[in-house]
């Protein structure tokens, strides 16, 4: 049932997916595509329109609002070094600012309260975009099959991966008893 519901609203889900928590979603998204559950050209086509749409909005939004609270918030701590940054290396930011966690909404915003033009704007935000989508989404798509090798082979494996699991657990087991030990000596020794 949930499968169903996922695969009826999947590129739906996939393009609100990718403008929240991007890379987790493309990589995913791009997994199921090679397992069969959806079409990768459709995939790499939403996560791009959504990256997008989503980076245009932030460029807007800062444009056009222009609200004391985001000048200020921006012009502040992180805000201010992207800021200068993007005055002095806005495009090559913006490029590369979807590779960037924590700077992926900031850098836009950023652009937006900057003296960048629109079409500069727009231009380098198609780029990054489309870099960032095929980079991550062929990533996700062919780790697939790295993936089901891994798997394969653990299955083939599983004894003798049981057996070093069970042996590292032991080994840490040991180590934290003599760890625990000597903390209860010290203690002890310390109390009387």
């Not at 329109?49 to 939004?61: C, D, E, G, K, P």
Request: aromatic share 10%; proline share 2%.
């Amino acid at each position: 049932m949930l499968e169903q519901e996922l695969l009826k609203y999947g590129y739906l889900l996939i393009f609100a997916g990718t403008i929240l928590e991007g890379d987790a979603v493309l990589l995913a998204s791009a997994f199921l595509a090679h397992r069969g559950r959806f079409r990768l050209d459709l995939v790499l086509l939403t996560a791009c329109a959504a990256t997008l749409i989503a980076n245009m909005l932030y460029f807007f939004l800062a444009r056009n609002m222009q609200s004391p609270w985001l000048l200020d918030r921006l012009k502040q701590g992180r805000g201010k070094r992207v800021h200068e940054w993007v005055d002095c290396r806005g495009a090559q930011l913006l490029f590369f600012s979807r590779f960037m966690p924590g700077f992926r909404t900031l850098i836009p915003l950023a652009c937006g309260i900057s003296s960048m033009r629109l079409a500069v704007f727009a231009a380098v935000n198609a780029a990054g975009a489309v870099v960032w989508t095929l980079g991550l989404g062929l990533i996700g798509f062919f780790a697939g099959h790295t993936v089901e090798r891994l798997i394969a082979d653990m299955r083939r494996h599983e004894p003798v991966i049981v057996g070093l699991v069970l042996a590292a657990a032991a080994l840490a087991l040991v180590i934290r008893g003599r760890h625990t030990l000597r903390i209860w000596m010290f203690l002890r020794a310390a109390l009387h």
